[in-house]
C-alpha cells in the first residue's frame, strides 16, 4: 500500500473541513471575523461619518433655528436614532447574517424589507461613486500652477470673475444666468451639463476614466473581506478629522469667519414650534447614521457574538454627532469669509450638497496662502468621507450574496476576490449613465427616488419587524444573551414606542410636503422623468409587499389564516445562542491550529532558505 504525502495547504483545508457539523448548526460557521474590535467600531464610525455631516448638517442647522436646531437634533438623537443603531447591530450580531437573511429569521412575512434595505445600498453605491469621481478630477486639479476654477474660461460672457470679487454685482445680474468662475467650472468643465434629462449628451471621458479608478479603490479597500477593510479604516476614518481640524482653526482665523459661526449658532426659538424642524433633526439623524440602509447589520454580523454592543452605540453616535457640529463650524466659518469680502449677506453664498463641496468651498482657497495644498487637503478629506460609505455599501451587497448563495458562489466565481469584483464591475456599469453630459440629471433623480422616497417607508416596516412581530422584548432577551446584560429599559421603551412612531411621523410629512423632482430652480423634470424616478423608488418599496405574498404562501398551514400567522413566527430556535457559542468555540479552535501549521510551514521555508544554493556559492 503506497503512503500518500499531504502538503501544508492540504492540512489546513482538511482542518476547516473535517469536523462535521449538525443540522442545527448555524449554516456559515466559518463566517469571518474582525480582527479586532477598535476596527468595527472604525467602519462604523466611517460609514456613519460621511458627506452628509459636511454638506447637510450645517445647511439644516442654518434653515432650521441655528443653534436652536441642536435641541430637536439630540433630542431625536437620543430618542430614535440611537436606539435603532443599537437595534441593528443587535440583530446582525445575533443572526450573524446580512439585512435579507437576518430579517427572514426575525420575521419571514417581512423579509421584504431585508430586501429593500439591499435594494437601496446598490442604488447608492452606483451614484455615490460618481461624487467620488468629482472629487478625484478636481484633486488632480490642484496639481496645476493655478487653480483652474478661480477664472473664467476665455470667450465665455456668462461668466464674470466680478460675481465673487466685486460687491457690485446683484441679484439680478446673478439671475440672468451671470455666473462665478467656480460654478462655470464645475457645470461647463467638470459636467459638461446639457439642458436637461431628454438631452444625455455624449459620455464624459475624463470622468469615465476616473469613475474606473474610483472603482479600483473600493475594490482594494474590501477584496480580502473586514480583516483587510478593519486595517484601512485606521486612515480612512481618522484622517478626515485631522484634515477637517486643520481647516476649522484656519477658517475661524479668516476675516468675517465670526459672521458665519454667528449665522450657524445664533438660536431662533420661534422656529421650534414647526413641525418642519423636527421632523428635519429626526431625518438629518436617521440618514447620518445610516439605519435602514443593511450596512449596519451587515457589518455587525462579523463580530463576536459576546460582543459588547453599547461600547459601539456610543463611539458611533457621539464621533457622528461630535463631527456634524465640528464641521458646522469649519463650514460656516468659510462662508462668514466669503460673505464678508463679496459684501453679500450670509444667505446668498450658503447652500448644500454638491453645490457646497464644488462650487462655494473651493472659491475659499483664493484667499489662502499655498491654495493647492489646502484645496488638496479639502478634497482629499472628502474622498476619505466619501470611501468609508462607498466599501460599507458594497459590503451589504456582497455579504446578502454570499448569505444567500454561498454554494454557487464558491462553485462558479471559487474565491470572494472574484465575487467583488463582479459586484464593482456590474455597479460601475450602472453608474455610467451618471457621467454622461446629462448625467447629473440622472443623478438627482436616483439620489431622490432610491433612498429619499422609500427610505422611511422601508424602516417603518424593518422596525415592525423587529420589535413588534419578533417582539423588543425578546430582542433584549437576545441582547442579554450575548453580553450578559439587558438594554437599558429606556431603549426598550423606544424601540416598542417612540421609534416606530416617530418613523410613521417623518414618513407621513415627507409625503404631505412631497413635490415633483426638480433641479435648481429652473429645470422641471418631464413627465416620464418622474415616472422613472417613481420606478427606481419602486424597485425597493415592492419588495416588501412581495415577499410578503411568497412568505404567506410557502408557510406551513392548511387556510390563509394559519399561513399568515406562521408567517410571523421567527425561526430563532431558542437554542440559538448555544449553538452559535459552540461554532465559535470549534472555529477559534481550528483558527490556532492553522496559525500554528503556518508557522510550521514558515519555519521550515527559512530552513530552506538557510541552505546556501550553488548560484549562491558560486557568487
Not at 461668466?159 to 455666473?179: I, P, Y
Not at 484634515?243 to 450657524?264: E, H, K, M, N
Not at 468555540?585 to 496559525?595: F, G, I, V, W
Request: glycine share 6%.
Amino acid at each position: 500500500m503506497a503512503i500518500q504525502t499531504i502538503s501544508i495547504d492540504e492540512k489546513k483545508d482538511l482542518l476547516l473541513t473535517s469536523s462535521p457539523q449538525s443540522p442545527s448548526q448555524p449554516v456559515n460557521s466559518k463566517r469571518e471575523q474582525w480582527s479586532k474590535k477598535i476596527e468595527f467600531i472604525l467602519a462604523c464610525i466611517g460609514y456613519s461619518v460621511g458627506l452628509g455631516n459636511v454638506w447637510r448638517f450645517p445647511y439644516l442647522c442654518y434653515e432650521s433655528g441655528g443653534g436652536a436646531f441642536l435641541i430637536p437634533f439630540f433630542i431625536m438623537l437620543f430618542l430614535c436614532a440611537v436606539p435603532l443603531l443599537y437595534m441593528e447591530l443587535a440583530v446582525g450580531q445575533y443572526t450573524r447574517r446580512g439585512p435579507i437573511q437576518a430579517m427572514g429569521m426575525i420575521c419571514p412575512l417581512l423579509k421584504g424589507s431585508g430586501v429593500a434595505t439591499v435594494v437601496i445600498s446598490f442604488f447608492l453605491c452606483t451614484y455615490y461613486n460618481v461624487i467620488m469621481t468629482w472629487d478625484l478630477f478636481y484633486m488632480v486639479n490642484t496639481f496645476r500652477s493655478e487653480l483652474p476654477w478661480f477664472h473664467c474660461r476665455e470667450n465665455d460672457s456668462r461668466c464674470q470673475e466680478s460675481v465673487w470679487t466685486n460687491s457690485s454685482m446683484n441679484a439680478s445680474s446673478l439671475s440672468e444666468g451671470v455666473r462665478a468662475p467656480s460654478e462655470d467650472y464645475f457645470i461647463n468643465r467638470v459636467l459638461e451639463r446639457s439642458d436637461g434629462l431628454e438631452h444625455p449628451g455624449g459620455m464624459r471621458w475624463e470622468l469615465f476614466g476616473l469613475l474606473i479608478f474610483a472603482w479600483i479603490l473600493v475594490y482594494l479597500c474590501i477584496f480580502k473581506g473586514v480583516r483587510v477593510t478593519g486595517k484601512i479604516v485606521y486612515f480612512t476614518a481618522l484622517f478626515p478629522y485631522v484634515v477637517l481640524l486643520i481647516l476649522l482653526v484656519r477658517g475661524c482665523t479668516l476675516p468675517g469667519a465670526s459672521l458665519g459661526i454667528d449665522y450657524f449658532i445664533k438660536p431662533r426659538w420661534e422656529l421650534l414650534l414647526q413641525p418642519t424642524v423636527w421632523v428635519n433633526a429626526a431625518a438629518q439623524n436617521f440618514n447620518s447614521l445610516g439605519v435602514a440602509f443593511g450596512s449596519l447589520i451587515a457589518m455587525a454580523s462579523y463580530n463576536k457574538f459576546d460582543n459588547n454592543i453599547v461600547k459601539d452605540v456610543l463611539s458611533v453616535f457621539i464621533a457622528d454627532a461630535f463631527t456634524s457640529i465640528i464641521a458646522g463650524f469649519a463650514i460656516f466659518s468659510v462662508l462668514g469669509h466669503i460673505a464678508f469680502t463679496q459684501n453679500k449677506d450670509i444667505t446668498n453664498v450658503v447652500t448644500d450638497g454638491p453645490g457646497l463641496v464644488f462650487v462655494v468651498y473651493p472659491e475659499v482657497f483664493r484667499s489662502m496662502p499655498a491654495p493647492q495644498l489646502w484645496a488638496f487637503l479639502f478634497f482629499f478629506m472628502i474622498l476619505c468621507l466619501g470611501i468609508d460609505s462607498q466599501f460599507a455599501m458594497v459590503e451589504v451587497v456582497i455579504t446578502t450574496i454570499q448569505d444567500s448563495f454561498g454554494p454557487l458562489v464558491k462553485k462558479y466565481l471559487k474565491r470572494k476576490e472574484a465575487l467583488v469584483a463582479v459586484v464593482c464591475f456590474i455597479s460601475f456599469l450602472c453608474g455610467l449613465p451618471n457621467i454622461t453630459q446629462g448625467g447629473i440629471y440622472f443623478f438627482k433623480l436616483i439620489d431622490k427616488f432610491a433612498a429619499g422616497v422609500s427610505l422611511m417607508y422601508i424602516a417603518f416596516f424593518e422596525v415592525i419587524a423587529i420589535v413588534w412581530i419578533y417582539g423588543a422584548g425578546r430582542l433584549a432577551d437576545n441582547v442579554e444573551e450575548m453580553t450578559g446584560a439587558r438594554p437599558h429599559k429606556v431603549i426598550v421603551f423606544c424601540w416598542y414606542f417612540l421609534s416606530p412612531l416617530l418613523i410613521l411621523a417623518i414618513w407621513i410629512f415627507s409625503m404631505i410636503q412631497y413635490e415633483p423632482v426638480k433641479y435648481g430652480d429652473n429645470y422641471t423634470y418631464p413627465d416620464w422623468g418622474q415616472a422613472l424616478g417613481w420606478i427606481i423608488g419602486l424597485l425597493s418599496i415592492g419588495a416588501i409587499p412581495l415577499y410578503a405574498v411568497h412568505a404567506v404562501y410557502q408557510a406551513k398551514g392548511e387556510t390563509l389564516f394559519q399561513k399568515f400567522k406562521a408567517s410571523l413566527r421567527s425561526t430563532l430556535t431558542s437554542d440559538h445562542a448555544l449553538m452559535v457559542r459552540r461554532q465559535q468555540a470549534e472555529d477559534d479552535e481550528q483558527k490556532e491550529k492553522k496559525e500554528q501549521l503556518e508557522q510550521q510551514e514558515q519555519q521550515e521555508a527559512k530552513a530552506d532558505d538557510d541552505q546556501p544554493s550553488v548560484l549562491i556559492s558560486r557568487l
